[in-house]
């Protein structure tokens, strides 16, 4: 190790001072923003003193002006009546928006889903002593399952999950039921023919709503977002929670049916003409391939949503929750500005205050900060700017790093210091350097992996 550090610090001695060019924005002029659909467009949970949608994320990242019209708890068909009946204003700016923003669908896959549930719990005598199955709304929300069902304790859920096979199948039958329902148009399920909520109710909305907003503004570029999976939770927690029984099981059978279900969605929206698609569930899920879903690695929906936060009272605010909290609302923020094409490499804005702000953002899942970092150009590793992460770009971090230790004036610029942060955990150190060195001996050895593949493999 002493060789090693010896060997980066004297290339460092060859290290000049180093420029990183800021790339002004490209592509089309976006002027004016249209944000239409549900709580999670409207951001709901966040903190507005110190936290931001990501509609004001898009809006100071682009310099535009950004009208939010989100209604929480509006579904698609309520989405097409609010286009049908806009007042002059909001119409006037729905005409003048360069793009319109869609989040839509959501409640009404959970709308559905939690009366099924409900509606079982009732069957099964697993609603809390206080509710009967009368006292169950029509279009329920998840915040009412929830609060009416007993998922612990004596009679609860779980104590019926773990009574035995006949158990678990009973609740696997009604997993998938309810995901066939959700996702088919055609065949049955073990309770009679599939409802297609999605093809049949869902996709057509979203298509009626298109046409409202293209009659209204023909130029639009309309952008409509796909739904993620909440139901990814980490297996650290699930353990903890409730060990490694049934209804562990169950959960890990929840989470591969609602994998199933949102993916439908993305699919289903891509027969939708006229739009372009941020797909927000693959950045939430952070995994190559869908397939890739296992109990150790579910995805990563739980660091984006406050999903695992212990459930309070009804008045105990944003618990077990799972609408984006600040670090989804940045990823979605990035999603929708990959699909807008606009570069903007100043890290003066809250695309970059946002990040550096949160406090475990050295989670923040590999796929979904490189499509963070795709945002402002930067390449982990690479400080001098050449296009190469290699031993000179570890020897000018390791010497920044001893200036810092010595209390001597940094050199390096704020980019550099986010570049230098090659496992992004807020400190520009020895570590970094050492892993720019690691990735250089790879690429060295013939492997072609590039450098967020390569942060990947490490372990955090």
Known sequence: MKKFLSFIMSAAMAVSSMAVVNVSAEGENIENMVILGDSIAGGYGLDTETEYTYAQICADYLGCNVE?????????????????????EKKQAVSDADVVVISIGGN?????TSKTILDYAARRNFLKPEYTADDIPEDPGMYAMMHMINFRG????????ESGITAVTDLNRELKSLSANLRLSTG??????????????IIPNIEKAVKTIDSIN?????IVQTVYQPMQFSPEFVESEYGNGKYAMMLTQLREDFNLVMDTFREELRTVEGIEIADVFYQFTSLKQLSDSCNATPGYAYYFTDIQEPLESQNGGKTKDFHPNQKGHLAIASTILDVIGVKNTSLDGLYTTVFNNIDDNKYYPTIAYKKFMDGIELVPGDVNGDGLTDTVDAAATLKEYA???????ETFTDKQKMIANINH???????????TMMYYAKLSAGNSMDVFEFIDTLDK
């Open 68 to 88: 939010n019209y989100a209604v929480d708890g509006l579904d698609s068909a309520e989405l097409c009546t609010m286009l049908e009946t806009l007042d002059d």
């Open 108 to 112: 009404d896959i959970i709308h559905y």
């Open 154 to 161: 004596e009679g609860s859920l779980q104590e019926y999950a």
């Open 188 to 201: 049955n399920n073990a309770y009679g023919e599939n409802q297609g909520i999605i093809p049949n109710q």
């Open 218 to 222: 023909p130029d639009a570029r309309i």
């Open 403 to 409: 200036l810092v230790s010595a209390q001597k004036p």
């Open 425 to 435: 955990d807020q400190f520009v150190d020895t570590v970094d350097a050492t892993v």
